[in-house]
Nanobody
Framework: VQLQASGGGLVQSGGSLRLSCAASGFTLANYTAGWFRQAPGKGREQVSCISDTGSRSYYAESVKGRFLISRDIAKNTLYLQMNNLKPEDTAVYYC???????????????????????WGQGTQVTVSS
């Protein structure tokens, strides 16, 4: 059971990146999945999540209107399209998934998100001003 994140890089302010998170050993369609980020010297922040059915999603206030989470069930892959990037978006981004947690539009995974089952390795996103 594994998640493999990719797609990070260096981009100028206002630019775009698409992060990918490929799942192996399990079927992503049966899991709630999402993205977190951790900036230098800061705690981990929940960015976005999507329910197992794809019917619900959550976005942190700081990324609403700029980021879009999606899945490709056939490819068993989770995505995060990031547009209009800002220097404050600079962080290591992690994907995560769980078969029992739910994703609500208000709280996302909720305060116990550290207990999510599967975590990918991080991918660095750096936004220059």
């Amino acid at each position: 059971v594994q998640l493999q994140a990719s797609g990070g890089g260096l981009v100028q302010s206002g630019g775009s990146l698409r992060l990918s998170c490929a799942a192996s050993g399990f079927t992503l369609a049966n899991y709630t999945a999402g993205w977190f980020r951790q900036a230098p010297g800061k705690g981990r922040e929940q960015v976005s999540c999507i329910s197992d059915t794809g019917s619900r999603s959550y976005y942190a206030e700081s990324v609403k209107g700029r980021f879009l989470i999606s899945r490709d069930i056939a490819k068993n892959t989770l995505y995060l399209q990031m547009n209009n990037l800002k220097p404050e978006d600079t962080a290591v981004y992690y994907c995560a998934a769980d078969s029992m947690f739910i994703c609500t539009s208000v709280q996302g995974f909720g305060p116990l998100n550290a207990e999510l089952d599967v975590w990918g390795q991080g991918t660095q996103v750096t936004v220059s001003s």
